[in-house]
């Protein structure tokens, strides 16, 4: 498998981060040249920019301008690492992608899927994953599972009703790009999970 585009999406504490370490520990493993990214982040620029949307004095921070945050962080990691990477033939494991724009800001931030595309259009600069993994646990799990192991930052201080529109949205997105979704029972245990990854990906490395 070469030139292969993998994303991992989920709500928080639903084990994106675990999983990216894991499928990219086997891949390493197999001898697979890959390169690993996360968003917002992943460039100095994006950094800085993760700074802003995740540092919790900003609460006027307003939705839009979220929005418009993440896609420039996005347009920066697909020019420097993701198009390059990908050109040479690498895999990319993402964690986090444009999907999760539309669960956070297109679902959560009720700014419209239709809108958070077009936001989007100029900074994916027509790259897409070819696969994406939805660990799928509820909202409520996924914050029983990161009170008190994790710094709490400004995304986490948002209301329930946020976190349920965001899920509900990867429910939708999961059923609308079916052909590179795979939705995965994130309450699972760690191994059982990586497992049904490592399956998935197999099966499109024979493919």
Same mark, same amino acid.
């Given at each position: 498998?070469?030139? *292969?585009?993998? +994303?991992?999406?989920?709500?928080? /504490?639903? %084990?994106?981060?675990?999983?990216? =370490?894991?499928?990219?520990?086997?891949?390493?493993?197999?001898?697979?040249?890959?390169?690993?990214?996360?968003?917002?982040?992943?460039?100095?620029?994006?950094?800085?920019?993760?700074?802003?949307?995740?540092?919790?004095?900003?609460?006027?921070?307003?939705?839009?301008?979220?929005?418009?945050?993440?896609?420039?962080?996005?347009?920066?990691?697909?020019?420097?690492?993701?198009?390059?990477?990908?050109?040479?033939?690498?895999?990319?494991?993402?964690?986090? *992608?444009?999907? +999760?724009?539309?669960?956070?800001? /297109?679902? %959560?931030?009720?700014?419209?899927? =239709?809108?958070?595309?077009?936001?989007?259009?100029?900074?994916?600069?027509?790259?897409?994953?070819?696969?994406?993994?939805?660990?799928?646990?509820?909202?409520?799990?996924?914050?029983?599972?990161?009170?008190?192991?994790?710094?709490?930052?400004?995304?986490?201080?948002?209301?329930?009703?946020?976190?349920?529109?965001?899920?509900?949205?990867?429910?939708?997105?999961?059923?609308?790009?079916?052909?590179?979704?795979?939705?995965?029972?994130?309450?699972?245990?760690?191994?059982?999970?990586?497992?049904?990854?490592?399956?998935?990906?197999?099966?499109?490395?024979? =493919?």
């Amino acid at each position: 498998m070469k030139n *292969f585009f993998i +994303s991992f999406e989920g709500i928080e /504490g639903s %084990g994106k981060s675990t999983q990216v =370490g894991k499928l990219s520990s086997k891949l390493r493993e197999e001898g697979k040249a890959i390169e690993v990214v996360r968003e917002p982040g992943g460039t100095r620029v994006g950094e800085l920019i993760r700074h802003i949307t995740h540092d919790r004095e900003n609460v006027e921070l307003t939705a839009v301008a979220e929005a418009y945050l993440m896609a420039a962080a996005r347009a920066q990691l697909v020019r420097d690492i993701i198009k390059p990477a990908l050109q040479s033939g690498k895999i990319v494991i993402a964690d986090r *992608f444009i999907d +999760s724009s539309f669960a956070y800001q /297109g679902y %959560g931030r009720e700014l419209g899927e =239709g809108t958070i595309f077009e936001m989007n259009k100029l900074a994916i600069d027509q790259v897409f994953p070819d696969l994406t993994f939805f660990l799928d646990i509820s909202p409520e799990v996924g914050f029983a599972r990161r009170n008190g192991t994790e710094k709490v930052d400004r995304l986490d201080l948002q209301q329930k009703d946020f976190y349920e529109r965001v899920y509900r949205g990867y429910k939708k997105l999961a059923q609308k790009y079916k052909e590179r979704y795979v939705v995965v029972d994130g309450s699972k245990s760690i191994d059982d999970v990586a497992e049904g990854i490592w399956m998935e990906v197999i099966e499109k490395i024979k =493919g």
